[in-house]
């Protein structure tokens, strides 16, 4: 059965009642893509934990762009965006299908601004190095939906709120980054574990915020203090939480996982709404 035909059959077979769940995923390292550790275990044991996905978007960090897009390819390319790394990372290659009908279809979702259909992109880092761990055979449809810089993280959480249709019909809505990360500050002595005070205090608040549900001081995280503005000095990282909180719905929980800080100044801690 090709991509397309498996997906409307599972879409067909949900009921109308069954969300998939949400997660924002802390990705850290490139090299955490091809170490078994920790975090990939904890992606790892995420997938057995939830229902298969008919199809992962993924809301990455690393595809910043003026306006929004999406991948609309019928295989995205493995993107090796990021240096200095070993040769082994470079040679990943994750060869999941993509699904230019979805593309399409979420496109029209989006009322907030257009969506480009994009057939240059594909799966950066940001993506693969999680999903690879989730979903090893590479056989259920990835596609990225881009991060419009030009806007702010109000308007981020609007439009995922626009994508929830999406999660009625199996799809894993997945935003990849981290909630600390200020790599200008970070600490090789610290590099398996720690942070610096400013981090962990920062993380705090972040951790308050999602699981009391107040999202609007995750919104206007630039008020919550200098620690918070050291461990956002750039947004990017920051701005796929959004994605993972506006879909979340009255009733559901968010719960935590591979919380640790590491290096001083990035934070791995992941989300699940459910």
Request: charged content about 15%; cysteine-free.
């Amino acid at each position: 059965m090709d991509t397309l035909n498996q997906f409307k059959t599972f879409t067909s077979n949900l009921a109308q009642s069954d969300l998939m769940p949400v997660l924002f995923m802390g990705h850290g390292s490139p090299m955490n893509g091809i170490e078994i550790n920790e975090f990939s275990n904890g992606w790892a044991n995420m997938a057995k934990s939830i229902p298969r996905p008919a199809a992962v978007l993924v809301v990455s960090a690393h595809w910043f762009t003026l306006g929004t897009k999406i991948t609309a390819m019928d295989f995205p390319p493995t993107i090796h965006d990021f240096g200095g790394f070993p040769q082994a990372l470079f040679d990943v290659q994750y060869p999941a299908p993509g699904n230019p009908e979805l593309a399409k279809e979420t496109a029209g979702l989006i009322t907030a601004s257009p969506v480009a259909l994009d057939h240059d992109w594909g799966l950066d880092h940001g993506a693969w190095t999680v999903i690879r761990h989730m979903y090893p055979n590479a056989d259920i449809p990835v596609l990225q939906l881009s991060i419009d810089f030009s806007k702010g993280a109000q308007y981020h959480y609007d439009l995922a709120r626009e994508l929830s249709a999406l999660r009625r019909k199996g799809v894993l809505i997945l935003g990849s980054g981290n909630m600390v990360h200020n790599l200008r500050m970070l600490s090789w002595e610290m590099i398996n574990g720690g942070g610096y005070d400013w981090a962990l205090e920062a993380s705090e608040k972040f951790k308050a915020a999602i699981l009391n549900h107040d999202h609007q001081a995750l919104i206007k995280f630039e008020q919550l203090g200098s620690d918070v503005r050291l461990a956002v000095p750039t947004p990017e990282h920051y701005l796929p939480l959004m994605y993972t909180l506006g879909l979340q719905q009255q009733g559901e929980q968010a719960f935590l996982f591979n919380d640790k800080a590491v290096g001083g100044s990035l934070t791995m801690t992941s989300v699940k709404v459910a």
